[in-house]
């Protein structure tokens, strides 16, 4: 998925995501420490409808209720994990 498809699917606005791209990218922010990031997240077609919800640091959070948003859930804890 591109990023501009990626930011119309969560409704956040392109250039918004870029920045925060940029942001997180930017070479001369310190190094951050180690992180250890574990998680499992699937989606059963026999599993009731629920709400799948991942809570960030500093207040952010993402949720999904569908097998699509699990899997962009998933996507995106493995590239916060980076």
């Known amino acids: 998925m591109s990023v501009l498809a990626f930011s119309r699917h969560c409704g956040v606005n392109y250039a918004t995501l870029q920045s925060w791209i940029k942001k ?3 070479p001369d ?3 951050l420490e180690q992180r ?3 998680a499992e997240l699937c989606a059963q077609a026999t599993a009731s409808v629920g ?4 809570e960030l640091p500093g207040g952010a959070c993402a949720s999904a209720v569908d097998e699509n ?3 962009l859930l998933a996507v ?3 590239e916060l994990a980076r």
């Open 29 to 31: 922010d310190p190094p």
């Open 36 to 38: 250890f990031v574990l």
């Open 76 to 78: 995106l804890v493995r």
């Open 24 to 26: 997180k990218s930017a």
């Open 51 to 54: 709400t799948v919800r991942i």
């Open 69 to 71: 948003g699990v899997r």
